[in-house]
């Protein structure tokens, strides 16, 4: 927890440091443009990490999920354009979009509840496919291809949303929120029973609890979390369109979750930070129409070096650490323990 804590005190100050490194300009898009959009990406990530860490089941329809918060938000709120119904404040229509990703999220669980393994990837890409092809040809409510733009965020406290340090340290509060509310969760009978149910689900049911329900349960928080990235998401790029939601999308959202580790929440924003970097600059490291296989490369290095990621790798670098700590003397030190537990032998 010290060390989780450390880490926010350190991106909270990030924004008034980088100015003392780099030009202003620079320093506003790195805030904006990387790290605010890393942690959007990073929550979106982090609803497939809870469901693969504390479930033992990986969903493919986290972004889709995402992208229902997303047109909610855009269809309701005052000012979006083309206007679908509009007149909505976003005080009302944050927490309808919120509500509908919780909903849709538990649609998904139900639909997929008794799959396992490659059959529950597969029925929940199928269910993100649906409703993105749904969404695309739909002109009345989604106005099709083109989506929906001008959402353009609330005014916090006389500041405006679009704001990079507004939008920062809200998209930053918001992730710590979730995060720390998922350690919680899942110490808490809910948590357990779900984390044992991905161990023995046998077991949990001969003990009483509802399997299906619990499951169930956890894609509808899993459905919170990628709202509240949707709706982060949509604000950030001033609107929604049916590829924000496509099968490009889908499958980045799980690459930021394998590249960062599935052992633990914290590695959906590490593994969204390597992604969104290397989006970024990808024309510069090697070639922009070349970013899928420099960042396919980038995957395949880490997976194969650590399968759990670079959680894993931090892992390992942990345990080298210190067993160098422990052995400081190397090979000398090892020759000096055993003739001293020699002479201890000797009578």
């Not at 894609?219 to 049916?242: E, R, W």
């Not at 420099?294 to 345990?319: E, H, N, Q, T």
């Not at 160098?324 to 201890?344: D, F, L, M, V, Y």
Request: aromatic share 10%.
């Amino acid at each position: 927890m010290l060390a989780t804590l450390v880490v926010l005190a350190l991106l909270l100050a990030l924004p008034w440091l980088l100015p003392q490194f780099l030009p202003a300009n620079q320093a506003q898009f790195w805030t904006a443009n990387i790290l605010g959009r890393a942690i959007v990406f990073g929550i979106i990530a982090m609803s497939l990490t809870f469901l693969a860490t504390y479930g033992g089941f990986i969903s493919l329809a986290q972004m889709m999920v995402a992208g229902v918060a997303g047109y909610t938000l855009a269809i309701f709120v005052d000012g979006a354009l083309p206007r679908i119904v509009g007149g909505w404040g976003y005080a009302a229509a944050i927490p309808l979009s919120l509500v509908a990703a919780t909903v849709m999220g538990l649609v998904v669980g139900a639909i997929s509840v008794r799959t396992r393994d490659i059959y529950l990837l597969m029925i929940t890409l199928a269910l993100a496919m649906g409703v993105f092809r749904f969404i695309e040809t739909n002109i009345a409510w989604f106005n099709g291809y083109e989506g929906i733009r001008n959402v353009v965020g609330p005014t916090l406290f006389g500041l405006d949303f679009r704001n990079a340090f507004v939008f920062y340290h809200v998209a930053l509060g918001t992730a710590a929120a979730l995060f720390l509310g998922i350690l919680y969760l899942v110490k808490t009978p809910f948590g357990l029973v779900l984390q044992g149910i991905r161990d023995n689900p046998r077991r949990v049911a001969a003990l009483g609890y509802s399997v299906g329900l619990h499951r169930i349960a956890a894609f509808g928080v899993a459905g919170f979390i990628a709202g509240c990235g949707g709706v982060l998401s949509t604000i950030y790029n001033i609107g929604i369109s049916p590829g924000s939601i496509g099968l490009g999308a889908t499958v980045n959202i799980l690459i930021m979750s394998v590249v960062g580790g599935l052992g633990h929440p914290a590695g959906a924003f590490i593994g969204s930070l390597i992604f969104t970097v290397f989006d970024t600059f990808a024309a510069t490291i090697y070639d922009r129409d070349r970013f899928n296989t420099l960042i396919g490369l980038v995957f395949l290095v880490i997976v194969l070096v650590s399968p759990d990621g670079a959680i894993g790798i931090g892992a390992k670098l942990r345990r080298l650490l210190g067993a160098g700590r422990n052995h400081p003397r190397g090979a000398e030190g090892s020759r000096a323990s055993q003739q001293q537990a020699g002479e201890e032998t000797t009578p």
